[in-house]
């Protein structure tokens, strides 16, 4: 089976208050736009599955704190995404330089 072909998987609790939501659901999305990986997404492990890259499908996907996001990737960049994903949910949707960084700015 090619490199490209293999699916991986992962999970991440949502802890952020509003879960994914509208500013949440953009950074997900932005975020799996910037690999060439197909990425999709799931409150079960069996699915149903969500595009990552369609910003219509993860606002529709309303899934509150508490619960876990099951993530699947393929393509030659498929295990960056993945990992990228996990983490951005795992950090409660915080990014450097919009204002959700532990670190205070002076």
Same mark, same amino acid.
């Given at each position: 089976?090619?490199?490209?072909?293999?699916?991986?998987?992962?999970?991440?609790?949502?802890?952020?208050?509003?879960?994914?939501?509208?500013?949440?659901?953009?950074?997900? +999305?932005?975020?799996?736009?910037?690999?060439? $990986?197909? !990425? %999709?997404?799931?409150? @079960?492990?069996? /699915?149903?599955?969500?595009?990552?890259?369609?910003?219509?499908?993860?606002?529709?996907?309303?899934?509150?704190?508490?619960?876990?996001?099951?993530?699947?990737?393929?393509?030659?960049?498929? +295990?960056?995404?993945?990992?990228?994903?996990? $983490?951005? !949910? %795992?950090?409660?949707? @915080?990014?450097? /330089?919009?204002?959700?960084?532990?670190?205070?700015?002076?």
């Amino acid at each position: 089976m090619p490199k490209n072909n293999v699916m991986h998987t992962g999970s991440a609790l949502l802890t952020n208050d509003v879960g994914l939501h509208a500013r949440p659901s953009v950074k997900l +999305t932005q975020l799996a736009k910037r690999f060439g $990986a197909h !990425v %999709e997404f799931s409150l @079960a492990k069996n /699915g149903p599955w969500v595009d990552a890259k369609s910003p219509v499908k993860v606002m529709r996907f309303k899934a509150a704190k508490g619960e876990t996001l099951h993530f699947r990737a393929s393509g030659s960049d498929a +295990t960056e995404a993945l990992a990228a994903i996990v $983490a951005l !949910v %795992e950090r409660g949707f @915080a990014t450097d /330089g919009d204002g959700s960084s532990q670190t205070p700015q002076e």
